[in-house]
Each structure stands twice: as C-alpha cells, then as structure tokens.
C-alpha cells in the first residue's frame, strides 16, 4: 500500500509521483465530484491496487482538504459503482474491488468512445511533456541522489514481471517529470498518463515490445545522464512513437 508525503521511494512504487498528485487538495467547485474522479485516478493509476486499502479516512481526507462527510459520499458512490467494498472491525477500511475488463479491440474502442479522447491531442499533449521534462534534465543535470533514484526506477522497469510492468514504466516516466522539481509539470503528465494507461489497459501486453521498450527506457535515461538535450529529445520521441503507433494500430 503506497501512501506517504516523503517523496519518491526507493523501491520503485507511486509513492512520491503518482500519490501527491493524485491525493493533493481538491480545488473547484464541486468537491464531491472532484474527490470521486481523484479516488478513481488512485484506483486506475495503481496507486492503491487491486485489494489494497486506501489510507485512514482521517489521513485521506486531511491529504485531499475535504471534509470526512465529503469523503465518505465519494467511496459510498465508488462502492455502489464497483470499484470499492468497505469493511468493517480493526483492520477495515475502504478496499479496491475493481478488476480491469478483459483486452480486445472493442474495450479499447470502447474506452476511447466513452472517455472522449482524441488521440492526436493525447499524444501531442504527452509528448511535449515528456520531451520537455527530459530536455529540462539535460540541461539541468542530474545530483548524485537524482542519478541514483532514476537508475533504481530503470532496473525496477526491467526487472518487472509482465503484470507489473505497466505500473513501473509509469513510475519512471512520472519519475523525469518530478525530478525537473515542477509539481504542475508532474501532475499534468500523471494525469496524461492514466489516460494513455487506460488506452494500453485494454489491450493484450505483447513481451517483445517490452524489450524493445527497455532499449529505449535505456537510451533516454543515457541521454539525460549525459546532459545531452539533443540525445534526449531523439530517445523519447522514438519512445513515444512506438507506443502511438501500437495504440493506432490496435484500434483500427
């Protein structure tokens, strides 16, 4: 279960990247609405997994700035959804019941029909990010602990088993991002991400892209390792490139 305000964690979870932005203060309107869409980010993101439980309501609802009243409005509607069973006694709480469906073509298409994305802007929006983020490294260079923690979240990502995978090439993508020190770029690209996420959700993970992955997960970590801006921008575009064109592929 991932949830602390210490920023990144050694070993690799959403700890300091994916949670922050996801279980930061709730700013508009409409705080209900705008706490259920934050819950089901946690759930879609894996920041709280499958039978994992979300932190205390005290300490989650401090953490989004809702009242307790508000929060629990928000897991009863995501209980009566499906996506949360709450339990009663010492060790209760409000625990992730979803299951993702089943790829195939029709769910991807299906995400994208009932989400509303364009896939031109998703991609656009998500490469300057991810192109920015990496060019400001270069530029910048890394500390020791930054070098340090990119390089943890690399062998993480190449070590992983098929179904972790995704939440780990996650982690180190979010991981650029929040290694420029910009909390809006982070949670700009965290909120991108879960819609590309959902997108690959729904559909079958094929073991040779993965390698094909790691080269490249290799190649941009090198390029900002060795300050090269240039580097940086022809490794994550090819990144990129690959993913878009695997997503167009499947859905047409």
Do not use: C
Not at 7 to 28: C, I, K, N, S, Y
Not at 29 to 39: I, K, M, S, W, Y
Not at 51 to 80: H, Y
Not at 83 to 92: A, D, K, N, Q
């Amino acid at each position: 279960m991932h949830h602390s305000d210490s920023g990144p964690a050694a070993d690799g979870g959403l700890t300091g990247v994916a949670a922050q932005a996801v279980f930061r203060p709730v700013r508009t309107g409409n705080p209900f609405e705008e706490t259920v869409e934050r819950l089901l980010s946690a759930i879609r993101l894996g920041v709280v997994g499958h039978g994992e439980r979300f932190p205390a309501e005290r300490e989650l609802a401090a953490r989004l700035g809702v009242s307790r009243v508000i929060l629990r409005d928000s897991l009863r509607a995501l209980q009566e959804a499906g996506y949360v069973e709450s339990r009663r006694g010492r060790f209760g709480g409000a625990f992730v019941t979803y299951v993702r469906p089943k790829p195939s073509r029709s769910e991807a298409q299906r995400v994208l029909r009932d989400t509303g994305t364009d896939l031109d802007d998703l991609f656009t929006h998500r490469r300057a990010l991810e192109t920015g983020a990496a060019v400001v490294l270069a530029e910048k260079g890394l500390t020791p602990e930054q070098d340090r923690l990119l390089t943890e979240r690399l062998a993480a990502v190449e070590a992983a088993e098929v179904a972790d995978y995704r939440r780990l090439d996650t982690v180190l993508h979010l991981t650029l991002a929040e290694l420029t020190g910009s909390a809006s770029l982070t949670r700009s690209l965290t909120e991108v991400r879960m819609r590309v996420n959902d997108l690959l959700d729904a559909m079958p993970m094929l073991v040779r892209n993965l390698e094909h992955s790691n080269i490249q997960h290799r190649e941009m970590v090198q390029a900002v390792r060795d300050a090269d801006p240039e580097a940086a921008v022809r490794a994550v575009r090819e990144h990129l490139e690959g993913s878009e064109a695997l997503i167009r592929g499947f859905l047409t």
